[in-house]
């Protein structure tokens, strides 16, 4: 591992995110007009059931960590891709590692600012303070978080090198799939038993339920963080071995050289 | 040593055997030129060079390391340039630069990439999108780039292919004054005869996958004897037709007063003056060699062969 490549890459994202528009779009403006319209949804969701309001809101401000992680270590790779240069970059001794890193770090550093930002906007907009789920539970869900959209993320990633930039849409459309199945604007009780077993195997299904354990008690369920852990753990080590071995596929294929828009 | 060593390489698609058994080496400050038809499997060869597709046999060595164990300690000192990869679009030639320069820990970086740029004459570009320059100028982007951490080797993939002709000639004299200057050697792959006639030391002929003839240019074209004399004269003479039947030569009129007839080099002075006894008035003499084309179709197209003029 050699942290001036992982910052070579760094500098290419800084270089590209300054000039895209649209991933300045989906990074920052959806999320935050997300926000807006969940933010007054819970207005109106509080006359009746206060809980029920701060369960969507924080949902949706929480939901853009998966979002913003995942998405950047997808879409990292596709503007090389786009352009023809990944194969320049690993013609370069760029390792996998210190490639999906700097992706990863790219993707912590961009949804901690659209996590900081979308929450003061609750705070003086909606009079919703984050905080009030309590620090060592957020930076818990937040851990839980990225390790889960690193596992997602990655896979996604060989899925993409492996075969070609015609699935690349699963890049953004494969978490929104998700969403509905871990239960992060509600209760995982709300959803029907047969939905909850398949909840279950997703770790932000646990997390969502600590957070929302969190929020009410003002108690660290550890038990909750501690089986998304795990499970994020067994994720992690399932996606790095994919990914390698879809890697080492579209070597072997000849798609990784051919990996072209 | 070579500076790069390649023993029975082999890459196969399925059944398809893109690259079937090469064997080559490269030498310190020497160009290797690898030449053959569309398919014959010189990109995916320059792929596996650089890693980026894996081998099914064989073994690479750049500098005496085994390439295949020590990958990222090779391509530090190596670099690669091809026509079908392009450095970022939406990014301006110094990030592209800079961020090469920190992937090869280039030290004193923007001081090697000014001087890169200056080199290609390309500082007045540094701050203009890569996507927005011409075809040219991205050349001389991408062989600046492969500079950027002074490799000892280039492998160089059809990097003129899509230039216009005076650009082509102008990254041509590039390559041979980066080999004068820095003693580079150069892996460079092309299916332009004439660009490996004009700059390499050293030809692979390729073929579906497969060496089929290797050395210099020169000794290749005179591996084939054969040359073809051209002759244009004032007015027919009766006594021409006559001599070339008599004497089995094959000819052809390519023009009314004009004929071609096949010899070899050593033929040639004595067949010119034999048709100046015809009695023909000679107003122009064109003796065509044979060039690397001919060679190879020659050696991989046997069926087509050397070009045979026709008998009347």
Known sequence: MNFRRVRAILWQ????????YEVIADIIVFPFTNILVFGFISVYLSKENPAAAQFVITGMLLWGIIWIVQYSVTLGSLWNIWSRNLANLFI???QLNEYIL?????????????????????????????????????????????????????TLLGLIWKYGTRIQAVSWSLVGLIQPLVAAFYPLSVLPVYVQWVSILFSPTFVFEAVRTALTTGNVDWTLFGIAFVQNCVYCVIASKLFVSMYDASRDSGQFARNEA | MPVLEVKNLVKTYGDFRAVDGISFSVPRGKIVGFLGPNGAGKTTTIQVLSGITKQNGGTISYFGIDFQKNPIECLQRINTTSAFNTLMGRITVWENMFTFAELYQVPHSRKKIADLLEQFEISSHAHILYKDLSAGQRT????????????????????????????????LSTIE????????????????????TRICDEVIFLDRGKIVAQDTPENLTKSISAATLQVTFREEIPGLRTYLTERKLNHSFPAPLSIAVESTDHDIPGLLFDLSKT????????????????VFLQIARPDKGAPKASTI
């Open chain 1, 13 to 20: 994202e800084l270089f590209v995110l300054r000039r895209s």
């Open chain 1, 92 to 94: 370069a001794p760029l």
């Open chain 1, 102 to 154: 700097a992706h990863t770090i790219s993707g912590i550093v961009k949804s901690l600012l659209v996590l900081t930002i979308n929450a003061v906007l609750c705070v003086y907009v909606f009079h919703f303070n984050l905080l009030s789920v309590g620090i060592l539970p957020l930076v818990l869900a937040f851990a839980n978080f990225v390790l889960f959209a690193y596992a997602l993320g990655i």
């Open chain 2, 140 to 171: 001389r982007v991408n062989l600046a780039k492969a500079l950027l951490n002074d490799p000892e080797i280039l492998l160089m993939d059809e990097p003129t292919a899509s230039l216009d002709p005076d650009i082509a000639d102008k990254t």
């Open chain 2, 177 to 196: 004054t980066l080999r004068k200057e820095r003693n580079i050697s150069i892996l460079y792959t092309s299916h332009n005869m004439n660009e490996i």
């Open chain 2, 279 to 294: 009695g023909i008035w000679i107003t122009d003499i064109e003796i065509k060699k044979p060039t690397l084309e001919d």
